[in-house]
């Protein structure tokens, strides 16, 4: 039952992270443009330069703000990576033998322990 639902979670997610791969670019792209505008503002010697420059990052910034959409494909990506995580974690424990002192006998306990 539980990887069932890690499927249909899993399923659901992918269909959240391709609708919102539009917004997803564009908020990417609209980020770029406001650390050249950032960049270019800083350089700029003339104060006609830097009005123009804050008027252009207050469009990108809109720009940027109508594409907030894009955090729920961000958050779908993480709920695809923790499924794909989480997809083969067993919690049975593979060693029913338990005699503590001896480590090559418990090899397959501590390699578990290690890789979680």
Known sequence: MRKFLLF????????????????MVLLGLSIWLLYIIFKKFVKSDSTAGKI????????????AFSNIYAVLGIAA??????????????DSDPVVDSDEDDPFR??????AEMNN
């Open 8 to 23: 249909v979670g899993g399923l659901v997610a992918l269909l959240v992270l391709l609708v919102n791969l539009g917004p």
């Open 106 to 111: 418990n090899f397959e306990r501590q390699w």
């Open 77 to 90: 990506a993480f709920a695809l990576y923790w499924i794909f995580k989480n997809w083969k974690n067993d």
């Open 52 to 63: 123009g420059w804050v008027i252009l990052g207050l469009l990108v910034l809109g720009m």
